[in-house]
């Protein structure tokens, strides 16, 4: 979640509530305004300040997953997770068991369910620059 305040713009991963990261502005932004608009890509903000508009460029969209589709399937299933930061060559864990992972683009992920145990699995994604992000029981095995 991208929340736009006072001095700059701090990003919450709503999964877990904790601070993702804090991008201070040289503008400061009305708080009543509510005025943020993120490009597709997740990583260029287009703010109204005190000034007018301005824009900020991250290096990379943080590493977060959003959305699993489906979220329960058999073995061998195709699922979407959505989310931002991804890149090439990301891996994709359910619960140990690594997926084959396709990248779509830095927002989007396929991965297919591998052979495993029915009940609800922890989904991980690692980037080859070592980030990580998962979120407990996203899938359920069928």
């Not at 009305?30 to 007018?52: H, N, Q, R, Y």
Request: hydrophobic share 45%; no cysteine.
């Amino acid at each position: 979640m991208f929340y736009p305040q006072n001095s700059g713009v701090t990003i919450f991963d709503v999964h877990t509530g904790r601070l993702a990261r804090h991008i201070i502005l040289p503008v400061s932004i009305p708080l009543d305004s509510g005025a943020l608009v993120l490009d597709e890509t997740g990583t260029k903000m287009f703010l109204i300040t005190t000034t007018g508009i301005a824009t900020a460029q991250l290096d990379a969209a943080p590493l977060s997953i959003g959305h699993i589709n489906p979220a329960a399937g058999p073995s061998g299933t195709t699922i979407t997770i959505r989310g931002s930061g991804f890149q090439n060559g990301a891996t994709v864990m359910f619960g140990a068991a690594q997926a084959a992972t396709t990248l779509i683009d830095a927002s989007t992920l396929t991965a297919v369910a591998p052979t495993l145990a029915p009940g609800a699995v922890r989904i991980s994604v690692k980037n080859p620059d070592g980030s990580q992000y998962a979120v407990d029981a996203a899938y359920t095995v069928q």
